[in-house]
């Protein structure tokens, strides 16, 4: 078995140097990047027990809240502006944001554990794509709303069912989003675009 093992450690090691070497080429193909996806996404979930897939759902929701917060608190735009190879610690994030450098570690490790950012060092941070990404503009927004809108109305999802026996939400306006905020989603988007 564990020769089996570090057979299956060589090849996924050979696999991800060879789509490190290829990343612009043959996977600027959408067809081809999401069948590659999904094979990894097998295998991931092949090797992976059980108890380590729940962790991942466990902190899912967690991911997103704790990018929304280095969003806000300019954590991810002092990560995106530092050097790419030795990155920024968490105690320099926290003196130039004001923020707890505790804070800043805990946080900023699940980001990484997340790929979100990479750790570099102890409670040390760089940029990846992940962090160019989600520093611009559109990125940004886009992490917030789906923050604010998304999060807030999956979380309230068990309540809304069980409310309404377990059926399928009733056409507009009874929907889990009206329920949640009080108004329809795309009402509320005209009212606020």
């Given at each position: 078995?564990?020769?089996?093992?570090?057979?299956?450690?060589?090849?996924?090691?050979?696999?991800?140097?060879?789509?490190?070497?290829?990343?612009?080429?043959?996977?600027?193909?959408?067809?081809?990047?999401?069948?590659?996806?999904?094979?990894?996404?097998?295998?991931?979930?092949?090797?992976?027990?059980?108890?380590?897939?729940?962790?991942?759902?466990?902190?899912?929701?967690?991911?997103?809240?704790?990018?929304?917060?280095?969003?806000d608190a300019g954590w991810l735009t002092l990560v995106a502006e530092a050097d790419g190879t030795h990155g920024i610690t968490?105690?320099?994030?926290?003196?130039?944001?004001?923020?707890?450098?505790?804070?800043?570690?805990?946080?900023m490790r699940l980001l990484a554990a997340g790929g979100s950012v990479r750790e570099v060092g102890p409670n040390t941070y760089a940029t990846n794509e992940m962090v160019q990404l989600f520093v611009t503009?559109?990125?940004?927004?886009?992490?917030?709303?789906?923050?604010?809108?998304?999060?807030?109305?999956?979380?309230?999802?068990?309540?809304?069912?069980?409310?309404?026996?377990?059926?399928?939400?009733?056409?507009?306006?009874?929907?889990?989003?009206?329920?949640?905020?009080?108004?329809?989603?795309?009402?509320?988007?005209?009212?606020?675009?």
């Open positions: 078995m564990a020769s089996q093992s570090s057979r299956l450690l060589e090849l996924l090691i050979s696999a991800t140097n060879l789509a490190n070497e290829s990343q612009h080429q043959s996977l600027d193909d959408p067809a081809t990047r999401h069948k590659l996806a999904d094979a990894a996404n097998i295998l991931l979930r092949t090797i992976q027990s059980p108890v380590d897939r729940a962790w991942l759902v466990f902190h899912q929701p967690h991911h997103l809240s704790t990018l929304r917060v280095a969003l968490a105690r320099d994030i926290a003196e130039k944001t004001n923020t707890d450098a505790y804070l800043v570690a805990r946080l503009p559109g990125w940004s927004a886009g992490v917030r709303h789906a923050a604010d809108e998304y999060s807030i109305t999956s979380a309230h999802m068990p309540n809304y069912f069980a409310k309404n026996g377990y059926r399928e939400p009733a056409p507009h306006p009874n929907t889990i989003y009206s329920h949640v905020h009080g108004t329809p989603a795309f009402e509320l988007m005209m009212q606020q675009p």
